[in-house]
């Protein structure tokens, strides 16, 4: 009898500890698939995919580690224990996760699967070592960003992780990790130089497509310049390990980044207009010179994420890119008054000569490639990425001239043409289909038709400026209209 209560005893222990090794390895699943995630939503993923493949990811992990638990009580003491491994799925219920992201925090919920019958399962003790109902909730602070270069390394990574058979895989957490921070420690694939040409590459060639004249040219150059080198000199001085005053300074000016670009641009140009060129237009000059700060794809992102049901990220996404317009705005209308307050410019010549339309053919591919550099894309994605925006454009000012009195029917098909062409890009080359997408995407919209509006309205032109703001949220909306349609005609693969 004794030796019966003995071995019920030893199977007790064996179970506590077979719980308690459970309870961590559910944590750890857990925490590393909001990681993975998180690290999509820094580099540029959409909070709809973000959320997608942290479920995916926790329940594969999970799956995993449970259909190869019977193999696990073999292994001695001095095993691996980094590996995530569940008890055998038959003897617990199932674990579902759920996952919403805002602008600024993740939350993962994991509960137990429903049975049949509508009853809920008692929560397993991977939970809790009490008997209670009700799931875990994991949150973790996210943080929006874009950078195209480590999101196609990611992406990899995640491809490799969800498609890998559950029978034959055994996942390393510290594995898995040390990929991840080899990732986020990547150098920007570029380099400082060519972000910097690639800065003023886009002050020079965004101008010509609204058509303007060359001395706009050259002042959309020389104030993009002049705009890399604060948004460079700010992030060098918060990036101080121990910052002294410069680094104080940096952090403070951190928030008001775009509303100085945006002011010495708009007082640069309008300096020039005054002593230079008339000729010259301080607005153009201006959207040349904020070129990689406009707002466009993330008010269009918060767009789509509300019409995916995602309220508080789209509306977040939507807010932000508000903000960061009305700065530009503010800091273009303090520029042209400060401008005008120094020397009046004379009015308007009648005979203007404007840049031939000829020089699109130069213009175009110089705005891709610099949007490309300037989005830190991958050397590999690079010539598809240009490639992608010129369809892309061509596409969407195709639909504009068949179409003229229906102009904005082009960014439909401009939508749709850049989703479906990364869509087959990515699902060929196994990738996130985002390094081709978002450049397209801000060559299409890149928010100047919400700046101008808003700086309309500065100048009292309250109809023209309104028109101008609300023109913004249709093109948004006509665009996804079309994305929504590329993504009916081919689905990507990759989930990020």
């Not at 493949?53 to 638990?69: H, L, N």
């Not at 990929?179 to 690639?198: H, Y």
């Not at 020079?204 to 604060?230: E, K, M, Q, R, Y």
Request: charged fraction near 15%.
């Amino acid at each position: 009898m004794s030796t019966i209560g003995k071995e019920a005893k030893d199977g007790s222990n064996d179970n506590n500890e077979s719980q308690s090794e459970s309870k961590m390895s559910t944590n750890q699943a857990a925490r590393l698939a909001i990681s993975l995630g998180l690290a999509g939503y820094r580099y540029g993923s959409p909070a709809v995919h973000v959320q997608s493949f942290v479920e995916k990811a926790f329940e594969k992990f999970t799956e995993t580690a449970a259909t190869s638990s019977s193999n696990s009580s073999d292994k001695e003491d001095g095993d691996d224990e980094k590996a995530i491994v569940v008890s055998d799925i038959t003897s617990k219920p199932k674990l579902v996760a759920c996952c919403r992201l805002s602008q600024s925090e993740c939350f993962l919920s994991i509960e137990t699967k429903e049975e049949e019958n509508g009853s809920q399962s008692q929560i397993s003790e991977d939970f809790t070592a009490k008997k209670s109902f009700g799931p875990l909730v994991y949150m973790k602070a996210a943080q929006n960003g874009c950078h195209l270069d480590k999101l196609s390394r990611l992406s990899m990574l995640a491809e490799n992780l969800l498609t890998s058979s559950s029978s034959t895989t055994h996942y390393d957490a510290c594995d898995i990790q040390s990929k991840l921070d080899a990732i986020e420690t990547a150098p920007n694939p570029w380099g400082t130089i060519l972000n910097f040409l690639a800065w003023v590459a886009c002050g020079v060639a965004l101008p010509p497509v609204f058509g303007c004249t060359w001395p706009d040219i050259i002042l959309g150059g020389v104030t993009a310049t002049a705009s890399f080198v604060i948004a460079y000199g700010i992030d060098l001085g918060c990036s101080m390990t121990t910052p002294g005053i410069v680094g104080r300074i940096a952090r403070r000016l951190a928030p008001w980044t775009s509303l100085l670009q945006a002011y010495q641009a708009a007082a640069i140009a309008s300096i020039c207009q005054a002593y230079w060129s008339n000729a010259t237009n301080p607005v153009l000059v201006t959207i040349g010179a904020i070129a990689i700060p406009l707002p466009g794809y993330g008010i269009s992102a918060g767009v789509i994420e509300l019409a995916a049901d995602n309220i508080t990220g789209g509306l977040s996404h939507i807010i932000k890119g508000l903000i960061t317009l009305v700065l530009l705005a503010v800091g273009a209308a303090l520029g042209i008054a400060t401008g005008n307050a120094i020397q009046t410019p004379e009015p308007l010549q009648e005979n203007i000569v404007f840049v031939s339309n000829l020089w699109q053919i130069l213009w175009l591919p110089m705005l891709c490639t610099a949007l490309a550099i300037a989005l830190q894309n991958s050397p590999r994605d690079f010539i598809w990425s240009i490639l992608c925006g010129g369809i892309t454009y061509a596409v969407s000012y195709g639909g504009a001239v068949l179409v003229p009195n229906r102009a904005n029917i082009g960014y439909f098909f401009g939508g749709l043409a850049l989703t479906v062409v990364s869509n087959i890009w990515g699902n060929v080359t196994r990738r996130s289909p985002l390094p081709l997408m978002i450049p397209s995407f801000i060559l299409s919209i890149s928010g100047s038709i919400g700046f101008r509006g808003l700086l309309n309205i500065s100048k009292g032109s309250d109809g023209l400026g309104g028109e101008e703001f609300w023109q913004m949220f249709v093109v948004a909306g006509v665009t996804m209209a079309g994305i929504l349609v590329g993504y009916f005609v081919v689905k990507p693969t990759n989930v990020l």
